[in-house]
Structures are given as structure tokens and as C-alpha cells.
């Protein structure tokens, strides 16, 4: 065990289904108790077996466990690395309960989420305090580390996969491409209980400055609510239509508010966002996210993430003017409000 206490770390994610058989229990999973209309349903199932019914993201997270086991390995920490889903296998609970079979006590958990949301950092804790609920008094605790959306090791990969995205564009529209950021959107409400939007606009800057862009547009994608409830906009696909009449020609389009290229980036912005842009004539280039291969930069900064835990002294990176965030989480922070 470190001297600080932590004798494990958690990686803790969406989950996906990876075979088409999968597709049907897993949206049952995501949807359970929300009263989902089949036919909502339906059409998501054929996002997936568009894509022969396998989500990239558990791939991405094995990739991603073994990569942040070998550094920590490297590094001389006696960390081993878990890994636990919110809604497909490994499930959380089945993880957390092997981890307490193991003789773990205390973990540091990180996500898939790199900002502050309901879905994206209350919904894990949640999800985390149910898994050990489960296990009972044998399960780890669990604490989580801090939010990362401005931390050079997440900015940095963005800022070149932005620039080397324009760079993919025909010279001849490439100086006057116009960059659109995108995040997951949420309901109006539910954004003005958290830093949700702040943070992305943050990272948006940053990023954007880095990769030579003087100006940046954010745009949203994947909403899934009814239309009496309003959610954040512009949804992606208007915003393209906007530029277009507006007379842009190109467009890079960075998905920010993701980690990974998992089923929403690869269906609303390589299917359904690159279609509108043929549509209206668009050159449109898409800027990769730094956990799918993974960029080392991403997975050393996990790395970096759960060091400084371990070592209250050590310096706490970030970069912009928001600051490094907390360890933990305020009571009642990022409420689940629709």
C-alpha cells in the first residue's frame, strides 16, 4: 500500500456493447426506469449495428487501462488498475466486488468524463456508491480524482489533432476553415446547476488559441430529450447549416467533450454531421479525441493525476484561468435536474 493509503486504481467508464447480440440489453441498461419510447429505442439500435454492433469503447478502454497499468508499473507504483462499467461488462459492481476479493481498501478512481456534469461526474460517483453499496462492508473506498478538461496532457492533444485536421483540408479552403467545438449536449437546466458549460468554453479557448484559430464557434450534439424540454444549443448540424449561409467553405470539427471516438462522435459527426456537410458543400475535416489510440500525453496525465494524490506536495498542473480543480466534489454538486 502507498503511504498515503491507496492501494489501487479504478478506471470507470460508459461501457458498449461488442457484439450485435449485445445492443438490445444494453440500451435496456442505459434507459432503465426512463421510460424511453421504443421506437427512440429502435433508432439508436440501428446506430450501433450500423457499426456491426460493436461500440469502440471497451476497446478503447482496455487500451487505456494497459497503458496507465504500464506507466504506473514503470514508475514503481504497486498501483494494479481495475476497470468498471456503468452499463455494459465489466460492470462496476462486479469489479469493485473482485477488487475487495483482492484485499484492496482504498482506490482513486478516474473516468472517461474530463468535465463537471450530472452524467459526467455525479452519475459516477453515484454509480460507485452503488457498487460498493453492493459489495458491502468489504468494498474499497473509492475517491475520484479531480476534473481534468484544462490540464495540458488533455489540451495538448486536442490543439494538434485540431491543427493536424485543417491540415487535411485542400489548400484552398484550409486558411479560411472555421473551427466548431462539440460536447454532449444536456437540458438547460441541468447546465445551470454546474460548470458544465464554463469548463468547455475554457478548454475551447485554450484549444483553439494553440491550434492558430482566431475565433471558434460551440456547437452540441447527441441530444435524446422531448422537445418540451429545452437542452443546449446549437445542435451541431444547425450550426453547419449557419456557417453555410454565412459563405464558409471548410469546417474542422473537434469533439472536445469527449475523451474517446466512441458510438456518438462516430455516428452524429462522422455519419450524420459529415453528411449535412456534403449536403451544403462543406470540406469538413474531424479532429480525433486523445484517449482512442491512446495519445501517451493523455494517458500520462491520468498518470500525473493519481501521483499527486499520492503526494500531497507535489505541484498541480493546469493551464487558463479557471484554476486546478478539487480533489472532491461539493455535496449536492452537478444535480440531476431535467
Known sequence: MTPTGYDSV?????????????????????????????????????????FGGVSPLNEQCRRLRDALAARLEASGR???????NRNWTP??????????AAGHRRALAVV???????????????????????????????????????????????VDAVADARSNLPAEVRAGARLVFTAHSIPES?????????????????????????SWTMAWQSRSGPPSVPWLEPDVN???QELSDRGATAVVLAPIGFVTDHMEVMWDLDVVAAGTADELGLRLARASTPGTRPDDRF?????ELVEERLDPARPRRSLGRLGAGPDGCAAGCCPLRT
Open 190 to 214: 441541468m447546465a445551470a446547476g454546474c460548470d458544465y458549460q464554463l469548463q468547455l468554453s475554457e478548454t475551447a479557448r485554450l484549444v483553439a488559441a494553440g491550434a492558430g484559430f482566431d
Open 299 to 303: 494517458v500520462a496525465m491520468w498518470q
Open 10 to 50: 479504478l478506471l470507470v467508464s460508459f461501457g458498449g456493447p461488442e457484439d450485435p447480440c449485445d445492443v438490445e440489453p444494453f440500451l435496456a441498461n442505459v434507459t432503465a426506469g426512463r421510460q424511453i419510447p421504443a421506437e427512440r429505442l429502435a433508432a439508436v439500435a440501428r446506430q450501433y449495428h450500423h
Open 91 to 100: 460492470f462496476l459492481a462486479d469489479t469493485v466486488a473482485g477488487m475487495a
Open 78 to 84: 504497486d498501483l494494479p488498475v481495475y476497470w468498471g
Open 238 to 240: 444547425d450550426c453547419l
Open 112 to 158: 472517461t468524463s474530463a468535465y463537471s456534469s450530472y452524467s459526467g461526474c455525479r452519475q459516477y460517483l453515484d454509480d460507485i456508491a452503488a457498487a460498493r453499496a453492493s459489495v458491502g462492508e468489504t468494498a474499497p473506498a473509492v475517491e475520484k480524482v479531480r476534473a481534468y478538461y484544462d490540464h495540458p496532457g488533455f489540451v495538448g492533444p486536442f
